[in-house]
C-alpha cells in the first residue's frame, strides 16, 4: 500500500511540476525565506540488521532560494538525527528540498528526494540518497506538525532504512 500511495505522489507531482513556471536563481526567490525549527522523532528500521529503534533531532526548513515554482512551493529542510540502539548510534545529516501541494487551507503534501551523510560510531562516514513523502498542519501563524514517512538507500548497505519521523516546530519569520 505505501508504494502505490509513493507512486500516485510521484505521478502527481511529476504532472504538476510539468504545467509550472519554473524560477531559478531569482531576487523573489530571497526575499521571505519562512524559516523554521522543529523537533523530530520517531522510528528507524534498519534492513539489514532486524533492528529498529527510535531516531530524535532537530530539522532547519526554508523556501528553497535557488529555484521556485509559480503554483507551489519547493521548501528546503536540513536535518540532524540520531539513532540510538543499545550500543549503535547513527549520526546523520541531511539535505530533503520537498515539492509541497497545499490539499486544503493550512495543510500541504510533500514529496522529494534526500542526500545526506552518515556516521556510526566507530566506523567511517559515508554517504545516502533516499526519498521521502511528507504532511504539514498549520496550527497557528508559527506553531505547525508534521510527519514524514522516508526512505534512505546508504552507500554502505548495511545502514539503509526506513524512517517514519513527527515534527512540532515554529516558523521564525512567516
Known amino acids: 500500500m505505501k508504494k502505490i500511495i509513493a507512486s500516485l505522489l510521484i505521478l502527481g507531482g511529476t504532472l504538476s511540476t510539468q504545467a509550472e513556471d519554473w524560477t531559478f536563481f531569482s531576487e523573489n526567490n530571497i526575499e521571505d525565506k519562512q524559516s523554521g525549527l522543529a523537533l523530530i522523532g520517531g522510528s528507524l528500521d534498519l534492513h539489514q540488521?532486524?533492528?529498529?529503534?527510535?531516531i530524535?533531532?532537530?530539522?532547519?526548513?526554508?523556501v528553497a532560494p535557488?529555484?521556485?515554482?509559480s503554483e507551489h512551493t519547493v521548501r528546503q529542510q536540513l536535518s540532524l538525527t540520531k539513532f540510538d540502539k543499545g550500543s549503535m548510534n547513527i549520526y546523520s545529516f541531511e539535505a530533503?528540498?520537498?515539492?509541497?501541494?497545499?490539499?486544503?487551507?493550512?495543510?500541504?503534501?510533500?514529496?522529494?528526494?534526500?542526500?545526506?551523510?552518515?556516521?556510526?560510531?566507530?566506523?567511517?562516514?559515508?554517504?545516502?540518497?533516499?526519498?521521502?513523502?511528507?504532511?504539514?498542519?498549520d496550527l497557528t501563524k508559527n506553531l505547525f506538525l508534521g510527519a514524514e514517512y522516508r526512505r534512505?538507500?546508504?552507500?554502505?548497505?548495511?545502514?539503509s532504512n526506513t524512517r517514519l519521523i513527527g515534527k512540532i516546530g515554529y516558523f521564525f519569520n512567516k
Open 96 to 137: 530533503n528540498p520537498h515539492y509541497l501541494f497545499k490539499v486544503e487551507e493550512h495543510t500541504y503534501l510533500g514529496v522529494g528526494p534526500s542526500l545526506g551523510l552518515m556516521k556510526v560510531e566507530g566506523d567511517d562516514i559515508f554517504g545516502s540518497i533516499g526519498v521521502g513523502v511528507s504532511i504539514r498542519k
Open 152 to 159: 534512505n538507500y546508504a552507500t554502505d548497505n548495511d545502514y
Open 66 to 69: 535557488c529555484v521556485q515554482a
Open 49 to 54: 540488521h532486524d533492528n529498529s529503534g527510535s
Open 56 to 62: 530524535h533531532g532537530l530539522e532547519l526548513s526554508f
